[in-house]
């Protein structure tokens, strides 16, 4: 697996973030609907119980339940080869996913971008979930 650059960051209700923003954000979902032509493809993956009808349950339930100030939420930005076609990414991020993330609860989605730089968002809980239970 070839990835060109790869960024964490992470979302903390300190800075005023929150991971529904962020799903929300990645998705192009909500206010960010509008840059919707952006969205080549999204998943989620490893999902609790609770939350596998409605994956933004999880991401709520992140909101609601963590400590005050805490992150939330973290995510990875990795940029994605030119040379690769729509089919390939998505495997790619699947095989990412997959080999990297184990069974962390995540939501992912792959963007355009503009001049030629596609590109992922990995969105996975703060805190380490196993089987849908904090560790």
């Known amino acids: 697996m070839v990835i060109y650059h790869l960024d964490i960051g992470h979302v903390s209700e300190a800075d005023g973030g929150s991971a529904v923003a962020k799903r929300d954000y990645v998705l192009r979902e909500g ?4 840059d919707a032509v952006e969205l080549v493809q999204s998943g989620h993956a490893h999902m609790p119980d ?4 409605d994956p933004r349950d999880f991401w709520a339930a992140a909101d609601e339940h963590e400590r005050k100030n805490a992150q939330v939420c973290s995510e990875i930005r990795v940029a994605l080869p030119i ?5 390939q990414r998505t495997a790619l991020v699947r095989q ?33 979930q196993r089987a ?4």
């Open 50 to 53: 609770f939350s596998k009808d």
């Open 96 to 128: 990412f996913v997959r080999e990297r993330l184990k069974d962390q609860p995540c939501t992912w989605a792959i963007h355009r971008g503009e001049d030629t730089n596609p590109h992922a968002h990995l969105v996975f809980p703060a805190r380490a």
């Open 132 to 135: 849908g239970k904090p560790a």
């Open 83 to 87: 040379e690769l076609n729509e089919q």
């Open 31 to 34: 206010k960010y609907a509008k």
